[in-house]
């Protein structure tokens, strides 16, 4: 190991061996994490533009990890795509999200003013060619006794580029069973806008590159046209609007004043416990 041979592993990059020693060791604990119950959701509410109340929330799932502490999704899904492992995981996000809205209904009780909570949970690409997608999700809503209009799955716009009938045909069952469809991170892919007409999707959401785009003052007028015409186009097509990453007030006005329906980011808050959305949504329908 000492000759020329051994001289090409100090060129390696330390930093990237790392990297990956620790996608190994986490792509290996994955199976035991979910065992182990070290997921956990945290939830993001999504706020009526117009009246400013909280209408539902978005699951995001997190990883306690024993030794690393809390991973976001961003180190861990991409593992569990590869491995398969976001299949089981994913129905455990949909589970206990569907359960969580069934109990803040319940909390809820006599709060009137309050319809019932929605909840929006992300789907991944390998979630919606497994075959047991709408099965799982029809036996969750059922065993919460919770109603499919109060759940919307969250598909991103380059899962569903080039998407043939096979791959949408789960979606349109369970869009006619009255689960809403959102079209994720709308506008970083390529999907031709006329293609939106064959998705069986209700809502739009809006990319947070937009939302960014809206932060200097004044903002960029030619993508403050493109926001115009895709929520123009989106309300001609009966699609709503949601605007993600909204950081400030000033962005919140300026797309409310481009005709967007919803809107979720920090400006409103972070993501948090279930007790936390909880509470804005109960001190916003009791004022
Ligand atoms: P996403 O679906 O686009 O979720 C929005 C992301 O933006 C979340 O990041 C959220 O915490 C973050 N965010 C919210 N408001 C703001 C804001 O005002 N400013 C900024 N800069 N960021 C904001 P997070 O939680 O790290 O999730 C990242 C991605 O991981 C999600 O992107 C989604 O694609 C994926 N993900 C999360 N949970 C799940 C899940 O249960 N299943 C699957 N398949 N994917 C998930
Ligand atoms: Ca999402
Ligand atoms: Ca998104
Ligand atoms: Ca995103």
Redesign the pocket.
Known sequence: AKSAGGNRFELADPEADARAITRHGLTTALPTALERGEFF??Y?PLVHLGDGSVRGA?????WLHPQHGVL???RF?PL??HTGL?VP??RW??EESVRQAREWRELHGGAEALGPLRIN????PC?LTHPGLVQDTVDILERAGVEPHALCL?V?ESALIGADDDLLKPLRRLAEMGVDIAL??FGTGYSNLANLRRLPVSIL?L??SF?QSMQQFPADPVDLKIVEGIVSLAHSLDLAVTV????TGAQAEQLRTLGCDTA????YA??GPPERLHELALVDATG
């Open positions: 959701i945290e993001q978005e699951a995001l799932v997190r976001g999704p961003d899904i569990a795509e976001i995981l994913g996000v949909l949970v992300n789907l991944s979630q969250e991103t994720d991170d959401k990319d947070r939302t993600e990453g909204v950081e979720q980011g920090w400006y972070r993501p």
